[in-house]
């Protein structure tokens, strides 16, 4: 089985299962596909509160649905900052 199938049953799972709450869904949610995000940018795109930002980017990275990608500045801080990314596409 392809890395993104099992990244996909594993997101159904974890959804299916409460793992994935409603706040790591809206982040899943928000981020395009094949773009990047700071937490501060995540602040921006969901209204969400930075301590919730942090918690629930850990765990999506935590089960593989996040990755970190390599470094750049952040669009909000200007710090330089590890941005994440979806490790696949959404199914509907």
Do not use: W
């Not at 899943?28 to 918690?55: D, P, W």
């Not at 970190?68 to 979806?86: A, D, G, W």
């Amino acid at each position: 089985m392809a890395v993104a199938e099992t990244s996909v049953i594993s997101y159904h799972e974890h959804k299916d299962t409460g793992k994935v709450g409603k706040q790591a869904q809206l982040i899943l949610n928000k981020m395009a596909f094949g773009e990047n995000y700071s937490r501060r940018e995540l602040i921006k795109v969901t209204g969400l509160e930075l301590s919730s930002i942090c918690g629930r980017v850990n765990e999506l990275l935590q089960i593989g649905l996040l990755k970190e990608l390599e470094q750049r500045p952040c669009s909000v801080t200007k710090k330089t900052i590890n941005p994440v990314t979806k490790t696949q596409k959404e199914l509907c």
